[in-house]
Nanobody, 128 residues
Framework: QVRLEESGGGSVQAGGSLTVSCAAS????????MGWFRQAPGKEREGVAG?????????YYADSVKGRFAISFDNPKNAVTLHMNNLTPEDTAIYYC????????????????????WGQGTQVTVSS
C-alpha cells in the first residue's frame, strides 16, 4: 500500500519562507507525477504545484503562487518538496501531498482527480 508522509510546514510571519516535503513508500513501481494541494477553512482544496517524476520533470504552478513557490522531486527518494517564499496570510492552509501511481498524468497536474494517493496534510500558518 502506497503511503505519503509529509513533513515541514509550521508558522511564519508574512514575507517569510517555509518548506514542506513528502516521501512515498510502499510502492512497487514509480509514481508518474506528484503535487501539492492546499485547503483553507471553508474553501475547496486547490492545486498549488505539480511535477512529472520522469526525466525532464516539467513543473506547473497555480497563478497565485507563481514566482514564489518552487516544487522539486528527489528521484532516489521518490520525494517531492515545495519551497515557499514571500508567504502571505492568504497562503495559510493545510497543505496536502498527492501522487499518481499507475495513472496517466495530464497537465497542468493541479486537479485533485489527477491523483490517487494523498498524504495526511500539514498545517502552514502565515501571520501578518
Amino acid at each position: 500500500q502506497v503511503r505519503l508522509e509529509e513533513s515541514g510546514g509550521g508558522s511564519v510571519q508574512a514575507g517569510g519562507s517555509l518548506t514542506v516535503s513528502c516521501a512515498a513508500s510502499g510502492y512497487t513501481y514509480r509514481s508518474n507525477c506528484m503535487g501539492w494541494f492546499r485547503q483553507a477553512p471553508g474553501k475547496e482544496r486547490e492545486g498549488v504545484a505539480g511535477i512529472y517524476t520522469t526525466a525532464g520533470g516539467a513543473t506547473y504552478y497555480a497563478d497565485s503562487v507563481k514566482g514564489r513557490f518552487a516544487i522539486s522531486f528527489d528521484n532516489p527518494k521518490n520525494a517531492v518538496t515545495l519551497h515557499m517564499n514571500n508567504l502571505t496570510p492568504e497562503d495559510t492552509a493545510i497543505y496536502y501531498c498527492a501522487a499518481s501511481f499507475g495513472r496517466v498524468c495530464q497537465p497542468p497536474l493541479l486537479r485533485t482527480t489527477d491523483y490517487n494517493y494523498w498524504g495526511q496534510g500539514t498545517q502552514v500558518t502565515v501571520s501578518s
